[in-house]
């Protein structure tokens, strides 16, 4: 089969060293004999990875330790839930900063268990992100939740906002491991693995330990991330195969140099994509603010700021005629996106730009 390349947004890309460890691993799970999808979550064999695991995790990112690291289940979405059933106690509110679709849920989603205050004000073009010293927060919120990268508009914190004492929460699921952060600056940091980290199916969860031990009565026991600390996060059957395969991925970022390594990779693999875009003289169109742009997903438009469905679609057909897929911008938004996350190599993004290049001089 001839080469493709996958820009997918998630499920996402996964490095293709890691497949061979995959498959010789699949049926005889370290010398067990059996498979890991058949081991029981009791297992030494079992409890051996769940620790290796979050060993990793901490390695990666530096992790303090006064920090707890938990699998949880139901993915990022499951998430939008659990943070306020787990955090909302403390004073009935909470803060958030909606820069996109995905806080926009986890707003949306806090509502249903207390009082949320809206940071900034409601927008339905998510295409930067409002200066901090006119944010509008309440001193009294119980977290300040942020998405730190915007899958679908491309908008990115490039920097931790202060949030005076406020637990800050955030979102990491689309650009989670992509470059060092100071986590000692976060209450929680929680995402979905499907991105950068991993295949769907489990939540990586970051929590300052201090902010356990004080759920919603109603909290779900398997999104109670003090039940799950206790348990080892192992309170359930947890999602073993997709925190198997975590594990297999931040070994993989580990070997390549890690979150530095990651770092500057993405910068040059975005740079190279925005670089195209900025240089065509208005024929590609990148809609967010240049000191927010993601370098983890990166949506643009065709022939106009609101795009040209004919060049739109020509663009798609010609892109997957070479192998370049999954470049369709979400439905929500359309035109095209490309993710470019940790496992996509910076030859994939080369060739994705050189297809830019040629499409542009063919239409101009
Ligand atoms: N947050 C962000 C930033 C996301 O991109 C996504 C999924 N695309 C989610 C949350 C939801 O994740 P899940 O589908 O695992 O519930």
């Known amino acids: 089969m001839p080469k493709v390349y996958n820009f997918g947004a ?21 010398g067990t004999g059996i498979s890991l999808l058949e081991t029981s979550h009791r297992s030494s064999t079992y409890l051996k990875l769940n620790a290796e695991v979050q060993d990793v995790v901490r390695r990666l990112m530096d992790v303090p330790a006064n920090y707890k690291i938990l699998f949880m289940p139901a993915g990022g979405q499951g998430e939008f839930a659990a943070v306020p059933l787990n955090l909302m106690s403390r004073t009935g509110t ?12 986890a707003a949306k989603e806090a509502k249903k268990y207390g009082k949320v205050n809206l940071v900034v004000p409601p927008t339905n073009r998510y295409t930067d992100i409002p200066g901090q010293s006119t944010w509008n927060l309440d001193p009294n919120a119980s977290y300040v939740h942020i998405c730190t990268n915007e899958t679908i ?28 952060v ?7 940091i929680y995402g979905g693995a499907q991105k950068n980290i991993g295949t769907s199916g489990v939540a990586l969860v970051i929590v300052r330990e201090d902010l356990l031990s004080n759920p919603m009565p109603v909290c779900p026991s398997v999104l ?44 040059k693999k975005s740079s190279l994509i925005y670089d195209i875009i900025e240089k065509s003289n208005g024929f590609y169109y990148a809609p ?16 106009s700021s609101e795009g040209n469905d004919a060049l739109e679609k020509e663009f798609l057909k010609g892109a997957e005629a070479r192998g ?10 359309g035109g095209i996106r490309a993710s470019t996350y940790n496992a996509v190599t910076i030859e994939e993004v080369e060739t994705l730009a050189q297809y830019m290049k040629e499409f542009l001089a063919k239409h101009s």
């Open 10 to 30: 998630g499920p996402a890309k996964l490095p293709e060293e890691i497949y061979d460890i995959i498959k010789n691993e699949l049926t005889n799970y370290e």
């Open 94 to 105: 909470a803060d958030y900063v909606v820069t996109g679709a995905w806080s926009e849920k």
């Open 153 to 180: 508009h491309g908008v990115e914190f490039h920097d931790i906002p202060d949030t005076k004492g406020v637990p800050l929460v955030a979102d990491m699921s689309s650009n989670f491991m992509s470059k060092k």
């Open 182 to 188: 100071d986590v000692s600056k976060f209450g929680v």
């Open 224 to 267: 109670d991330w003090t039940q799950a600390n206790k348990n080892d996060s192992i309170l359930n059957t947890p999602p073993m195969f997709a925190i198997y395969i975590m594990g297999r991925v931040l070994q993989w970022i580990e070997r390549k140099g890690g979150l530095d390594a990651m770092a500057v990779a993405a910068t």
């Open 288 to 303: 967010v603010a240049k000191h927010v742009r993601s370098k983890m997903n990166i949506p643009f438009r065709i022939g």
């Open 324 to 333: 370049l897929i999954q470049l369709k911008g979400h439905r929500s938004v």
